[in-house]
C-alpha cells in the first residue's frame, strides 16, 4: 500500500536532533527544539497499528478480490462453455428443423401426389362407372329387344350347345374375287386332287387337233372373317311388323305404310317400307325419330289386310355395326387357279377341253365339281359362298 504523502513529513520529526547555533556577534543565541512529548510518541504508535490494520484489511481485501476475481474468470469461462454449447445445441437444432422441415415439405408433396393420383382414380372410375350404367342400360334395351322379338316357330332337334360357349352366329360368306384375262377357277370334289394337281404346277393340255397348252396351277388364298363383333342398338326410326299374313308382297307393303303414316293409329310420315322375306317380316322407316317408341310400347296393332282386320306386332328394330373384324388368308382346299390360258379357241370350247383334261386320272386329277373360265381381254369376278349344309366344302 503507498503511504500516504503526510507520512513523509512526520517521520523526520522522530529523528531530530537538538542543534546548537553559535554566532559570533555582540549577542549569542541558540535553537532548542524542544522534545516530543510521550503522547505523542503512543498516537504515532497508535497511527502504526491503524495503518497496518489498514495495510492487512487492504491486503485481505485485494486477496479477496483476487479470490472473487478467479471466481469471475472461472464462471466466465464457464459460461463462455456454455454459451459455446448452446450455440453448438442452437446450430443442431437448427440443422435438425431444416431436415425435419424438409421431410415434412417432401411429405407434403408425397400427399399431394398421392391425392393428385386418387383424384385421378376417381375420376376414371366416375367415368367407367358412367360407361358401366350406359352399358347396363344398353344391356337392358336389348334384353327389352331380345323379349320383344318377332316370333317364329321352332323345332328342337336333339342338339344342345356346350356350356361355356358364347353367343356366336353363322355367317354366309360371299367373297367377290377378281379375275384377270386368260386364267381360270377350277374346284375338284375332293381335296387329294387338288392337292396333286397343286404340286405338279404345270400341265400340258391337248386341244383342239395337234394343239396342247402349258398352263400352271396356283393355289388361291381367300381373305375370311375369323373374329367379328357386332355392337347393336335400338333404332329410333325403324320398327318390325310381324305376324303378317301371306299376301301379295307390294299390296302388303303399301297397306302398312298406309295405316302406321296415319297419326290416329300413332304413326307418322313413312320413309320407306320394305319386306324381309327370310323372316316375312316388314321393316318401316320413319322420318322423325319420336314415332316409333311409341308403337314398339304398344306392341300389338290392328291392320285392314285383305278385307279383314289382323292383329300384328310391332317390335324393335336393330341397327348393328362391326366394332370388331379380325380376318385371315385362307387357301382354299378344293380350288386351283389356272393361269397362263391362251385365246386359241372360243371361250366354250377351250372351257370344255381344260375340265376333260383334269378329270383325267391319268393326268392326276378328278371329279371337277365347278369349271370358271376368262378369256383373255375380258374382266370379270367369282364369287366364292359358304359351304352348303351338312359339308364342310366350299361352293363357288
Not at 405338279?200 to 397348252?213: L, N
Not at 388364298?221 to 335400338?234: F, G, N, R
Not at 359362298?385 to 351338312?390: C, D, F, L
Amino acid at each position: 500500500m503507498k503511504p500516504k504523502q503526510s507520512d513523509f513529513f512526520t517521520k523526520p520529526q522522530h529523528r531530530r536532533q537538538q542543534i546548537t547555533f553559535a554566532m559570533s556577534s555582540d549577542e549569542d543565541f541558540s535553537l532548542v527544539i524542544p522534545r516530543q512529548s510521550e503522547e505523542t510518541l503512543e498516537s504515532i504508535k497508535a497511527s502504526i497499528y491503524k495503518y497496518k490494520k489498514k495495510h492487512e484489511q487492504l491486503i485481505q481485501e485485494q486477496e479477496e478480490l483476487v479470490t472473487c476475481r478467479n471466481d469471475q474468470q472461472d464462471m466466465a469461462e464457464q459460461f463462455r462453455q456454455r454459451s459455446v454449447k448452446l450455440n453448438q445445441k442452437r446450430k443442431e437444432d437448427q440443422r435438425l428443423q431444416e431436415e425435419q422441415m424438409e421431410n415434412d415439405k417432401a411429405k407434403i408433396k408425397l400427399w399431394q401426389q398421392e391425392e393428385s393420383d386418387l383424384m385421378e382414380q376417381i375420376l376414371r372410375v366416375d367415368e367407367a362407372l358412367e360407361e358401366e350404367k350406359a352399358r347396363n342400360l344398353h344391356l337392358k334395351q336389348q334384353n327389352d329387344v331380345f323379349s320383344a322379338v318377332p316370333e317364329r316357330k321352332v323345332a328342337f332337334t336333339g342338339l344342345t350347345g356346350k356350356e361355356g360357349d358364347g353367343q356366336e352366329f353363322d355367317m354366309e360368306t360371299n367373297i367377290v374375287y377378281p379375275m384377270e384375262g386368260g386364267t381360270a377357277f377350277i374346284t375338284f370334289e375332293e381335296e387329294v386332287v387338288a392337292s396333286n394337281i397343286l404340286k405338279m404346277q404345270k400341265h400340258e393340255v391337248k386341244v383342239g387337233a395337234g394343239c396342247r397348252i402349258t398352263v400352271e396351277a396356283r393355289p388361291v388364298h381367300l381373305m375370311l372373317p375369323q373374329l367379328v363383333e357386332i355392337d347393336s342398338e335400338v333404332s329410333s326410326q325403324h320398327i318390325l311388323i310381324s305376324s303378317l299374313p301371306k299376301m301379295e308382297i307390294e299390296t302388303l307393303l303399301n297397306k302398312l305404310e298406309i295405316h302406321f303414316s296415319k297419326t290416329k293409329h300413332g304413326g307418322g310420315e313413312v320413309e320407306k317400307c320394305e319386306m324381309l322375306p327370310d323372316s316375312w317380316t316388314v321393316a318401316l322407316t320413319f322420318v322423325k325419330n319420336d314415332i316409333a317408341k311409341g308403337l314398339i310400347e304398344t306392341e300389338h296393332h290392328d291392320v285392314k289386310l285383305q278385307e279383314k282386320v289382323h292383329r300384328v306386332r310391332v317390335t324393335p328394330f336393330l341397327d348393328g355395326k362391326i366394332t370388331n373384324l379380325v380376318t385371315k388368308m385362307t387357301a382354299c382346299p378344293r380350288t386351283l387357279l389356272l393361269t397362263g390360258i391362251p385365246t386359241i379357241l372360243d371361250r366354250e370350247t377351250l372351257q370344255d377341253e381344260l375340265e376333260i383334261h383334269f378329270q383325267k386320272s391319268c393326268h392326276g386329277g378328278g371329279e371337277v365339281v365347278a369349271f370358271l373360265y376368262n378369256p383373255l381381254g375380258q374382266h370379270c369376278s367369282a364369287v366364292f359362298g359358304g359351304p352348303p349344309k351338312n359339308t364342310d366344302k366350299e361352293t363357288e
